[in-house]
T-cell receptor, first 114, second 114 residues
Framework: AQKVTQAQTEISVVEKEDVTLDCVYE???????LFWYKQPPSGELVFLIR??????QNEISGRYSWNFQKSTSSFNFTITASQVVDSAVYFC???????????FGKGITLSVRP | EPEVTQTPSHQVTQMGQEVILRCVPI?????FYWYRQILGQKVEFLVS????????KSEIFDDQFSVERPDGSNFTLKIRSTKLEDSAMYFC????????????FGPGTRLTVT
Protein backbone atom coordinates (compact mmCIF):
# COMPACT_ATOMS: atom_id res chain seq x y z
CA ALA A 1 0.00 0.00 0.00
CA GLN A 2 1.14 3.53 -0.59
CA LYS A 3 0.58 6.53 1.60
CA VAL A 4 1.41 10.23 1.65
CA THR A 5 1.47 12.18 4.89
CA GLN A 6 1.36 15.94 5.04
CA ALA A 7 1.41 16.51 8.76
CA GLN A 8 1.04 20.27 8.55
CA THR A 9 -2.55 21.29 7.84
CA GLU A 10 -2.39 25.08 7.81
CA ILE A 11 0.55 27.47 7.66
CA SER A 12 0.34 31.22 7.84
CA VAL A 13 3.30 33.45 7.04
CA VAL A 14 3.93 37.07 6.30
CA GLU A 15 4.98 38.02 2.80
CA LYS A 16 8.70 37.59 2.08
CA GLU A 17 9.10 34.86 4.68
CA ASP A 18 10.45 31.50 3.60
CA VAL A 19 8.20 28.53 4.19
CA THR A 20 8.74 24.76 3.94
CA LEU A 21 5.94 22.32 3.29
CA ASP A 22 6.65 18.79 4.47
CA CYS A 23 5.77 15.55 2.72
CA VAL A 24 6.52 12.01 3.88
CA TYR A 25 5.65 9.05 1.72
CA GLU A 26 5.42 5.28 2.11
CA UNK A 27 5.76 2.67 -0.59
CA UNK A 28 7.36 -0.73 -1.04
CA UNK A 29 8.01 -0.16 -4.72
CA UNK A 30 11.53 0.69 -5.78
CA UNK A 31 10.31 2.72 -8.76
CA UNK A 32 7.95 5.54 -7.95
CA UNK A 33 7.20 9.16 -8.75
CA LEU A 34 6.56 12.06 -6.45
CA PHE A 35 4.63 15.20 -7.31
CA TRP A 36 3.59 18.51 -5.90
CA TYR A 37 0.39 20.19 -7.04
CA LYS A 38 -0.95 23.63 -6.15
CA GLN A 39 -4.67 24.27 -5.77
CA PRO A 40 -5.41 28.01 -5.73
CA PRO A 41 -8.77 29.32 -4.50
CA SER A 42 -10.15 28.95 -8.03
CA GLY A 43 -9.97 25.18 -7.52
CA GLU A 44 -7.88 23.79 -10.35
CA LEU A 45 -4.89 21.55 -9.74
CA VAL A 46 -1.67 23.04 -11.03
CA PHE A 47 1.30 20.73 -11.53
CA LEU A 48 4.51 22.02 -9.94
CA ILE A 49 7.09 19.24 -10.06
CA ARG A 50 7.68 15.55 -10.69
CA UNK A 51 10.55 13.53 -9.24
CA UNK A 52 11.33 9.88 -9.87
CA UNK A 53 12.81 7.58 -7.26
CA UNK A 54 16.15 7.35 -9.03
CA UNK A 55 16.75 11.06 -9.06
CA UNK A 56 17.59 12.46 -5.67
CA GLN A 57 18.92 15.72 -7.00
CA ASN A 58 17.31 18.70 -5.41
CA GLU A 59 15.65 21.12 -7.75
CA ILE A 60 15.25 24.86 -7.77
CA SER A 61 12.84 26.76 -9.95
CA GLY A 62 12.77 30.45 -9.21
CA ARG A 63 11.51 30.89 -5.66
CA TYR A 64 10.57 27.22 -5.39
CA SER A 65 12.89 24.42 -4.34
CA TRP A 66 12.40 20.76 -3.54
CA ASN A 67 14.41 18.51 -1.28
CA PHE A 68 14.04 14.78 -1.99
CA GLN A 69 15.59 12.45 0.57
CA LYS A 70 15.03 8.72 0.14
CA SER A 71 16.69 7.98 3.48
CA THR A 72 13.85 9.72 5.30
CA SER A 73 11.17 9.13 2.61
CA SER A 74 10.58 12.84 2.38
CA PHE A 75 9.96 15.25 -0.45
CA ASN A 76 9.79 18.72 1.04
CA PHE A 77 8.91 21.92 -0.79
CA THR A 78 10.30 25.33 0.11
CA ILE A 79 9.02 28.67 -1.09
CA THR A 80 11.55 31.45 -0.67
CA ALA A 81 10.38 35.03 -0.18
CA SER A 82 6.73 34.04 -0.21
CA GLN A 83 4.16 36.21 -1.96
CA VAL A 84 0.42 36.64 -1.48
CA VAL A 85 -0.14 34.79 -4.78
CA ASP A 86 1.40 31.71 -3.19
CA SER A 87 -1.68 31.38 -0.99
CA ALA A 88 -3.22 28.03 -1.92
CA VAL A 89 -3.58 24.43 -0.87
CA TYR A 90 -0.51 22.38 -1.74
CA PHE A 91 -0.75 18.66 -2.31
CA CYS A 92 2.04 16.12 -2.36
CA UNK A 93 1.28 12.96 -4.36
CA UNK A 94 2.84 9.58 -5.06
CA UNK A 95 2.52 7.25 -8.02
CA UNK A 96 3.92 3.76 -8.48
CA UNK A 97 3.64 1.51 -11.49
CA UNK A 98 3.22 2.25 -15.15
CA UNK A 99 -0.33 3.52 -15.16
CA UNK A 100 -1.24 3.66 -11.55
CA UNK A 101 -3.25 6.21 -9.68
CA UNK A 102 -1.94 9.20 -7.81
CA UNK A 103 -2.19 8.95 -4.03
CA PHE A 104 -2.54 12.40 -2.56
CA GLY A 105 -1.75 13.72 0.87
CA LYS A 106 -4.39 15.72 2.72
CA GLY A 107 -2.92 18.99 1.57
CA ILE A 108 -1.44 22.01 3.34
CA THR A 109 -3.29 25.31 3.29
CA LEU A 110 -0.77 28.10 2.96
CA SER A 111 -1.84 31.65 3.70
CA VAL A 112 0.56 34.43 2.89
CA ARG A 113 -0.39 37.73 4.52
CA PRO A 114 0.73 41.08 3.10
CA GLU B 1 -0.47 24.47 -24.92
CA PRO B 2 -2.92 21.55 -25.02
CA GLU B 3 -5.11 21.12 -21.97
CA VAL B 4 -7.73 18.85 -20.50
CA THR B 5 -11.21 20.34 -20.62
CA GLN B 6 -14.25 19.44 -18.57
CA THR B 7 -17.93 20.27 -18.90
CA PRO B 8 -19.98 21.47 -17.22
CA SER B 9 -18.04 23.53 -14.70
CA HIS B 10 -20.89 23.21 -12.22
CA GLN B 11 -23.78 20.75 -12.18
CA VAL B 12 -26.67 20.79 -9.76
CA THR B 13 -28.85 17.71 -9.62
CA GLN B 14 -31.44 16.15 -7.40
CA MET B 15 -30.76 13.02 -5.39
CA GLY B 16 -31.52 9.91 -7.40
CA GLN B 17 -30.91 11.54 -10.77
CA GLU B 18 -28.30 10.36 -13.25
CA VAL B 19 -25.45 12.70 -14.18
CA ILE B 20 -22.79 12.51 -16.84
CA LEU B 21 -19.60 14.47 -16.41
CA ARG B 22 -17.64 15.04 -19.57
CA CYS B 23 -13.95 15.39 -20.20
CA VAL B 24 -11.84 15.89 -23.29
CA PRO B 25 -8.33 14.63 -22.53
CA ILE B 26 -5.26 15.82 -24.37
CA UNK B 27 -5.35 14.23 -27.81
CA UNK B 28 -2.24 12.04 -27.82
CA UNK B 29 -2.59 10.84 -24.23
CA UNK B 30 -3.21 7.18 -23.52
CA UNK B 31 -4.15 7.01 -19.82
CA PHE B 32 -7.25 8.61 -18.39
CA TYR B 33 -8.37 9.12 -14.82
CA TRP B 34 -11.18 10.43 -12.68
CA TYR B 35 -10.60 11.79 -9.20
CA ARG B 36 -12.92 13.48 -6.77
CA GLN B 37 -12.43 15.99 -3.99
CA ILE B 38 -15.08 16.47 -1.36
CA LEU B 39 -15.02 20.08 -0.20
CA GLY B 40 -12.06 20.75 2.06
CA GLN B 41 -10.68 17.25 1.76
CA LYS B 42 -7.95 15.53 -0.20
CA VAL B 43 -8.13 14.45 -3.80
CA GLU B 44 -9.18 10.80 -4.09
CA PHE B 45 -8.67 8.42 -6.98
CA LEU B 46 -11.78 6.93 -8.56
CA VAL B 47 -10.77 5.08 -11.70
CA SER B 48 -8.11 4.76 -14.37
CA UNK B 49 -8.77 3.82 -17.99
CA UNK B 50 -6.37 2.52 -20.60
CA UNK B 51 -6.79 0.80 -23.95
CA UNK B 52 -10.56 1.16 -23.74
CA UNK B 53 -10.98 -0.55 -20.43
CA UNK B 54 -10.78 0.14 -16.72
CA UNK B 55 -7.29 -0.63 -15.46
CA UNK B 56 -7.86 0.19 -11.80
CA LYS B 57 -10.68 1.42 -9.60
CA SER B 58 -11.04 2.42 -6.01
CA GLU B 59 -13.55 1.29 -3.41
CA ILE B 60 -15.46 4.50 -4.04
CA PHE B 61 -16.08 3.47 -7.65
CA ASP B 62 -19.01 1.16 -7.03
CA ASP B 63 -21.79 -0.03 -9.33
CA GLN B 64 -23.30 3.45 -9.39
CA PHE B 65 -20.33 4.72 -11.37
CA SER B 66 -19.28 3.97 -14.93
CA VAL B 67 -16.83 5.42 -17.41
CA GLU B 68 -16.80 5.49 -21.17
CA ARG B 69 -14.72 6.76 -24.02
CA PRO B 70 -17.47 6.79 -26.60
CA ASP B 71 -15.83 8.46 -29.57
CA GLY B 72 -12.07 8.55 -29.16
CA SER B 73 -12.02 12.07 -27.79
CA ASN B 74 -14.48 12.34 -24.91
CA PHE B 75 -14.09 10.53 -21.60
CA THR B 76 -17.20 10.46 -19.45
CA LEU B 77 -18.06 9.61 -15.87
CA LYS B 78 -21.64 8.58 -15.22
CA ILE B 79 -23.26 8.40 -11.81
CA ARG B 80 -26.49 6.46 -12.16
CA SER B 81 -28.40 7.50 -9.07
CA THR B 82 -26.75 10.37 -7.27
CA LYS B 83 -26.59 10.56 -3.49
CA LEU B 84 -25.98 13.59 -1.30
CA GLU B 85 -22.49 12.32 -0.53
CA ASP B 86 -21.59 12.40 -4.22
CA SER B 87 -21.40 16.19 -3.95
CA ALA B 88 -17.77 16.98 -4.74
CA MET B 89 -15.39 18.40 -7.31
CA TYR B 90 -14.66 15.81 -9.97
CA PHE B 91 -11.35 16.07 -11.79
CA CYS B 92 -10.46 14.35 -15.03
CA UNK B 93 -6.81 13.75 -15.83
CA UNK B 94 -4.83 12.28 -18.69
CA UNK B 95 -1.27 11.18 -19.20
CA UNK B 96 0.96 10.33 -22.15
CA UNK B 97 2.21 6.80 -22.66
CA UNK B 98 5.56 7.44 -21.05
CA UNK B 99 5.67 6.26 -17.46
CA UNK B 100 7.67 9.21 -16.21
CA UNK B 101 5.17 11.88 -17.17
CA UNK B 102 2.78 13.65 -14.85
CA UNK B 103 -0.98 13.59 -15.09
CA UNK B 104 -2.55 16.69 -16.55
CA PHE B 105 -5.69 17.71 -14.72
CA GLY B 106 -8.77 19.42 -16.06
CA PRO B 107 -10.33 22.36 -14.22
CA GLY B 108 -12.92 20.15 -12.53
CA THR B 109 -16.70 19.87 -12.44
CA ARG B 110 -18.37 20.84 -9.20
CA LEU B 111 -21.28 18.48 -8.63
CA THR B 112 -23.91 19.52 -6.13
CA VAL B 113 -26.56 16.97 -5.20
CA THR B 114 -29.60 18.40 -3.44
Amino acid sequence: AQKVTQAQTEISVVEKEDVTLDCVYETRDTTYYLFWYKQPPSGELVFLIRRNSFDEQNEISGRYSWNFQKSTSSFNFTITASQVVDSAVYFCALRTGANSKLTFGKGITLSVRP
Amino acid sequence: EPEVTQTPSHQVTQMGQEVILRCVPISNHLYFYWYRQILGQKVEFLVSFYNNEISEKSEIFDDQFSVERPDGSNFTLKIRSTKLEDSAMYFCASRPGREDYEQYFGPGTRLTVT
